[in-house]
């Protein structure tokens, strides 16, 4: 005879598993009615011509910029060397990577003919997306940290004119969208700064710095909150401790309450920073072909849109888990260390 | 060594609270004062004014004659000087017991990191703690804590020592160590200020017993006045309350 405890064990179990199979039957549902509504409407799922997109080999063609006479043809072990004897006495020599040549010695060539040709590998323009992604979401980070250390900071100074102007930014930059944000910086500042450039004769700043600019301020002030709330969580104690044995502010600060409000801050900083990856989609209105951009042209082009969609949704979902796995490795060596 | 002079401190958030009404004192080189009073009283508002943690409204206080309200004075140079004693123990979590203590030798003192291991560990031997030296104050008992701490203000090698209730936190049988280390250092001529409510102590060890209550100084003099014929009706009731 079973006790009945472990009678309830086992029925916690049953209905534990039973929980389980709902899960994966609706996951399997959803794709399944998915699949099956895409069938109704003939769509054709093509997959197979979606990697196309990170990568595509392509043949290039070895072009004469001289007029002349092929002098020699030369194998060498990887590659051909063609010498072309130009009409002015000089000789040119031309080297690729492959043996396919398409004319002999002696033979005469013009300006532009194809000498030969070879394959290679290029980056699709879905991963160039990704790259532009990832790059300006980088380069956002590392000034939004910059910032919102300051701004924060500043939000708890007790001089006026710091608390202030931290204050004005944070919530200016968080009382507006960021697509608001992003036409400002693009159409107003931008130009403002460009024609400023121009009119002494300096070159010009590319929309991706504007593009960026737009996302470190706006990450910076939401950073700055978090400093700040990082900070105020640190007891009191510890500043009172610091100061009462002589530190000054700035030492205070640097060895005693940053150090500690780091690791707190790194899991709402985590959040942030993978907003910021997602956020970084917009940038696409102003001319910048991040991820989301560079989808929308390739949709355009190959017309496979639910491939593609997809594709350009997992590939933000590897850059966000990729950054709060770096995360959470980080504020673990903190804590160990 | 310490001289106060009519201070008096409000504080105006949450509400109105007059902490300390017009206070003087004068605390001799060596000697130990022991401030006793209910809760509220402004013990801990005077012992926090000695060392500007909080700033007096009025009046004047010298710490080895250094006018520490005076607005060219260094504070920091002046707070390294007075060691204090929290009853929370505010050791540096982040840091190791014997960095808890090197820390502001090396930033503060600007004494090489050799020197400051040094007299580190001279202290941690003195406090009776230097075997747990590695390790982080999470890992050490309440009383334990509270001797780094001791440590840790003994290593500015300062003038006077500040003890706001530094027992009050602990467990009764952790009491003991920490009153130990606290004797020693009077029988070695530390200026101290104490706010307790170790009765025991104050009989032992204090030169002097102040008692305050609603901000003022109530009543002062030796313990054995204190503890056998008290003048104050006020004092009075204190004692037979705690006692
Ligand atoms: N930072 C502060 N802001 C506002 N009021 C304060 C502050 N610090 C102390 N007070 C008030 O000043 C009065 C005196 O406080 P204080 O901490 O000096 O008393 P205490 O004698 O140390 O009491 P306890 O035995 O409870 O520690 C109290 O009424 C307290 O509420
Ligand atoms: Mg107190």
Redesign the interface.
């Known amino acids: 005879m079973e006790s009945t405890s472990s009678l309830l064990q086992k029925q916690q179990k049953r209905s534990y598993y039973m929980w389980v199979v709902v899960f994966f039957l609706v996951i399997f549902t959803c794709l399944g009615s998915l699949y099956y509504c895409t069938l109704k409407i003939d769509y054709t799922w093509r997959w197979y011509r979606v990697p196309q997109y990170f990568f595509f080999n392509e043949e290039i063609e070895v072009r004469t910029d001289v007029a002349g006479s092929v002098e020699a043809i030369e194998e060498t072990t990887d590659g051909t060397i063609i010498r072309i004897n130009s009409d002015d006495g000089d000789s040119v020599d031309y080297a690729y990577p492959s043996k396919d040549v398409r004319l002999y010695e002696g033979d005469t060539v013009f300006e532009g003919d194809v000498l030969g040709s070879y394959r290679e590998w290029r980056m699709g323009i879905l991963l160039q997306g990704l790259w532009l992604t990832l790059k300006v979401s980088f380069i956002a980070i590392i000034f939004g940290i910059f910032l919102g250390l300051g701004a924060g900071l500043a939000r708890i100074s007790s001089n006026p004119a710091f608390k202030w102007l931290s204050i004005t930014y944070i919530e200016l930059v968080r009382g507006s969208p960021l697509l608001v944000q992003i036409f400002i910086w693009y159409f107003v500042l931008g130009t403002l700064v460009n024609t400023m450039l121009a009119q002494y004769g300096v070159s010009q700043i590319p929309p991706l710095w504007f593009g960026v600019a737009s996302l470190a301020t706006f990450t910076g002030a939401y950073v700055a909150e978090i400093v700040r709330s990082g900070i105020q969580s640190i007891?009191k104690?510890?500043t009172?401790?610091?100061?009462?044995?002589?530190?000054?502010y700035t030492?205070s600060m640097y060895?005693?309450i940053l150090?500690?409000a780091f690791?707190r801050i790194i899991p709402p900083l985590a959040g942030q920073f993978i907003s910021l990856i997602k956020d970084s989609s917009l940038l696409g209105i102003i001319a910048i072909r991040e991820l989301t951009k560079a989808t929308r042209e390739v949709v355009t082009t190959s017309l496979q849109p639910f491939e593609l969609w997809f594709v350009c949704a997992i590939l933000y979902l590897v850059l966000t888990f990729a950054l709060s796995m770096l995360l959470q490795y980080l504020e673990k060596r903190m804590i160990h260390s | 060594m310490i001289n106060v002079k009519n201070i008096s401190k409000t504080f105006m958030v949450p509400h109105r609270v007059d902490a300390l009404v017009d206070v003087s004192e004068n605390i001799a080189r060596g000697e130990v004062v022991v401030v006793i009073g209910p809760s509220g009283s402004g013990k801990s508002t005077f012992l926090r004014c000695l060392n500007r943690l909080e700033t007096a409204d009025k009046g004047k206080i010298l710490i080895d004659g250094v006018d520490i309200l005076h607005p060219k004075t260094d504070i920091n140079k002046v707070r390294a000087e007075v060691g204090m004693v929290f009853q929370s123990f505010n050791l540096f979590p982040h840091k190791t017991v014997k960095n808890n203590v090197n820390l502001a030798q090396n930033v503060v003192r600007k004494r090489s990191s050799k020197e400051a291991e040094e007299i580190t560990m001279a202290l941690l031997d003195k406090v009776g703690i230097a075997d747990k030296k590695n390790v982080y104050p999470d890992q050490l008992s309440g009383g334990q804590q509270q001797r780094v701490a001791i440590a840790r203000a003994l290593a500015m090698n300062p003038k006077a020592m500040l003890f706001d209730e530094p027992t009050s936190a602990l467990d009764p049988e952790m009491i003991g160590e920490v009153l130990e280390v606290m004797k020693t250092l009077a029988k070695e001529g530390m200026t101290m200020a104490v706010v307790t409510h170790e009765m025991g102590f104050a009989r032992e060890v204090a030169d002097r017993v102040i008692f305050m209550d609603a901000g003022k100084i109530v009543e002062e003099g030796t313990p054995e006045h204190f503890f056998t014929n008290p003048s104050h009706d006020r004092t009075k009731l204190f004692l037979k309350q705690i006692l």
């Open positions: 007891h104690g510890q009172e401790a610091s100061r009462s044995l002589g530190m000054t030492q060895h005693v150090p500690q690791i």
